[in-house]
């Protein structure tokens, strides 16, 4: 049964990004290489969509 099809409201991030910094990070600690311990704030997006009640008819921030 089928109530309902709303396209859902997501968050996008930037994956190659992701990827990259956690290879880099792996890779050195498989090489036993001092790794400083920090925070790393990546820049990401919500796609409001039509699960979201205050989306807007085809409204992204």
Request: aromatic share 2%.
């Amino acid at each position: 049964m089928i109530i309902g099809k709303a396209s859902i409201t997501t968050v996008q991030q930037p994956i190659k990004e992701l990827a990259a910094r956690s290879t880099e990070l792996l890779i050195n600690r498989v090489l036993n290489r001092a790794v400083e311990k920090t925070n790393k704030v990546f820049d990401c997006k919500v796609i409001t969509r039509e699960s979201t009640s205050a989306n807007t008819k085809n409204h992204e921030q």
